[in-house]
């Protein structure tokens, strides 16, 4: 199994069918602490990166003539399709993750090292966009644990399934950890203690997108 462009390919398009048959469990997440439009946005956001994708997909001499792809390509085009096709935070979000995890995956394939080093900088991307720390009740309370355990896992000899799982695992395990907690970032913050008692929902969907890094290997 080899963490290539290929891989990245079916990671993303995976995530856009995984919001979509989850999209009204993601809706009602947001409905309860926020405005109710999560599943909906991300449908949006990964739907069009999927259009992209079909579209760059058709050009096969275009793309052979440019060189080999890159994990960082597909990547990159994920980022910048949802920075411009998603409103709300999520969007700008995970448009930043997604543009730091490119600029450390401009190769022909990751090894495990580049994994987590490619979760760490989407995390730090998500931290200098939107300012959250652990705890807030955000998305960074999957992700910072997804990182943690993928390095664990690499530093332990883990291949890269075996990193990516422990990431997937660790970040579904973050996201029912929110539920708790207290937010403090984000539209749920307004509700103050009343965002007690709910699922971070861009936690959710932040397990939802790793688990599919984590099939997409297996197809
Ligand atoms: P909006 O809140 O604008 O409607 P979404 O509903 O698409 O956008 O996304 C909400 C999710 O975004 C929240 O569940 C939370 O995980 C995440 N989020 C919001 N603000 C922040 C922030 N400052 N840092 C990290 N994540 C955040
Ligand atoms: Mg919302
Ligand atoms: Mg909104």
Redesign the pocket.
């Known amino acids: 199994m080899t963490l290539d462009a290929d891989w990245a390919e079916r990671w993303i398009r995976r995530t856009a069918d995984t919001v979509a048959g989850r999209r009204d469990e993601l809706t009602e997440l ?1 409905r309860q602490i ?2 109710g ?2 599943g909906e ?2 449908v949006r956001g990964f739907r069009a990166v999927v259009a992209k994708l079909d579209a760059r997909d058709g050009q096969d001499g275009a793309t052979e003539a440019a060189g080999p792809r890159l994990v960082g390509d597909v990547l990159k085009l994920t980022a910048t399709t949802l920075m411009s096709t ?1 409103g ?4 700008p ?1 995970y448009g930043t993750a997604f543009l730091r995890a490119a600029k450390v995956t401009g190769r022909e394939s990751i090894d495990t090292r580049a994994v987590v080093a490619m979760l760490e900088s989407a995390l730090e991307g ?1 931290t200098v966009r ?3 720390t652990p705890g807030e009740k ?3 309370d999957a992700w910072t644990p997804a990182v943690d355990a993928a390095a664990q896992a690499a530093s332990e000899g883990g291949d890269e399934a075996a990193v990516l799982r422990a990431a997937a695992a660790a970040a579904a395990a973050g996201a029912t950890a929110t539920i708790p907690l207290v937010a403090t ?4 913050s307004y509700l103050g203690e009343r965002s007690a008692g709910h699922e ?4 959710r969907s932040t397990a939802l997108l790793l688990g599919a890094a984590v099939e997409a290997l297996a197809e």
């Open positions: 947001d926020g405005d439009d999560h946005n991300l998603v709300g935070a999520s969007g979000l998500i939107g300012k959250a955000t998305m960074v970032k984000g539209r749920a971070d929902p861009g936690a």
